[in-house]
C-alpha cells in the first residue's frame, strides 16, 4: 500500500511562509501519473480542500480562500509535490494532507476522489 509522507509543517508569524513537501514511501509510485490533492482539517471543522495539481499539463486549482497566496507545484526528477504557503492567516491552522488521485475535473475538491493519504503536518499560524 502506498503511503505519502508530508513535511514541512510548524508554527510560523501571520504573514509568514511554509512550504509542505508531499513523497511517496514506494520508489515506484510516480507523480507524472497521480494527481495531487491538498487538503486540510481544522479542529471541529470538515476536511476541506486547499489545492490540487493534475497530471495532464500540471494544471492548479485552488480554493478561493487560498487563491493568490499558496502555490502546489511538482518536481518530477524528485518525485515530490509541494504547497508553498505564502502571507499566512491564523484561520490557516489546520493539519494539511496531501493525497494522490485522479479525480475528474467536477470532483477535484471532494477528498473521496484521491485514493492514498498521508499522515498530515501540522500548520499553526500565531502570533
Known amino acids: 500500500q502506498v503511503q505519502l509522507v508530508e513535511s514541512g509543517g510548524g508554527l510560523v508569524q501571520p504573514g509568514g511562509s511554509l512550504r509542505l513537501d508531499c513523497a511517496a514511501s514506494e520508489r515506484t509510485f510516480s507523480f507524472r501519473t497521480n494527481g495531487v490533492g491538498w487538503f486540510r482539517q481544522a479542529p471541529g471543522k470538515e476536511r476541506e480542500f486547499v489545492a490540487t495539481?493534475?497530471?495532464?499539463?500540471?494544471?492548479?486549482y485552488y480554493a478561493d480562500s487560498v487563491k493568490g497566496r499558496f502555490t502546489t507545484s511538482r518536481d518530477n526528477a524528485k518525485n515530490t509535490v509541494y504547497l508553498q504557503m505564502n502571507n499566512l492567516k491564523p484561520e490557516d491552522t489546520a493539519v494539511y494532507y496531501c493525497a494522490a488521485g485522479n479525480p475528474v475535473l467536477s470532483a477535484i475538491r471532494n477528498h473521496q476522489g484521491y485514493r492514498y493519504w498521508g499522515q498530515g503536518t501540522q500548520v499553526t499560524v500565531s502570533s
Open positions: 495539481i493534475r497530471v495532464s499539463g500540471g494544471a492548479t
